[in-house]
C-alpha cells in the first residue's frame, strides 16, 4: 500500500509523514541496563542489516543505522518481547518488520532516529542480553 504523501519524504527532515512501508530484516533489542535506560530510555529499538540502511529515508552517515519505535507498547506486544527480569540486562531476536513512519533525528547532540512499527512478519524467540 503507498501513500500520496511518500513524495514528500525529504521536504521536512526531522519531520515524520506517511510513507509507503518498508520491510526490514535485523536485531531488536530491549535493554534495560543503566547505561542504555540513561542515554535511550526504555524503549525497544531496532538494528536493521548492513545491506538494508539504504532503504531507510535518512541522510547518509557513517555511523550505524538504527532507531527505536515511536509506538512502544504496540512494538513490544507484536514482538513478543519478554517482561524485565533482574538476572539479565534485557532481550534481543532477529525479526522481520514492516515500518510505515520514519523520522531521522538531525539535531545536534544525544537522540536517535525512530520509527512506526506496523507490523512483524517473523521474529525469532528472544536471547537474554547478559550484563556486563
Not at 535518512?58 to 538476572?87: I, M
Request: proline letters at 7%; hydrophobic letters at 40%; glycine letters at 6%.
Amino acid at each position: 500500500m503507498a501513500y500520496a504523501l511518500g513524495t514528500l519524504l525529504c521536504q521536512f527532515p526531522g519531520q515524520a509523514q506517511a510513507q509507503p512501508p518498508i520491510v526490514l530484516d535485523g536485531l531488536y533489542s530491549a535493554r534495560t541496563d543503566e547505561m542504555s535506560l540513561e542515554i535511550i530510555g526504555n524503549r525497544v529499538c531496532f538494528a536493521p542489516d548492513k545491506a538494508q540502511w539504504g532503504r531507510l529515508p535518512r541522510p547518509a552517515a557513517s555511523h550505524a543505522a538504527w532507531f527505536c519505535f515511536s509506538n512502544d507498547a504496540e512494538a513490544r506486544r507484536q514482538l513478543r518481547v519478554p517482561a524485565r527480569q533482574a538476572d539479565n540486562c534485557g532481550w534481543q531476536a532477529r525479526a522481520r518488520i514492516v515500518i510505515d513512519t520514519y523520522q531521522p533525528y538531525v539535531e545536534q547532540g544525544d537522540g536517535n532516529d525512530m520509527a512506526r512499527l506496523a507490523s512483524v512478519i517473523k521474529v525469532a524467540q528472544p536471547n537474554a542480553i547478559a550484563c556486563e
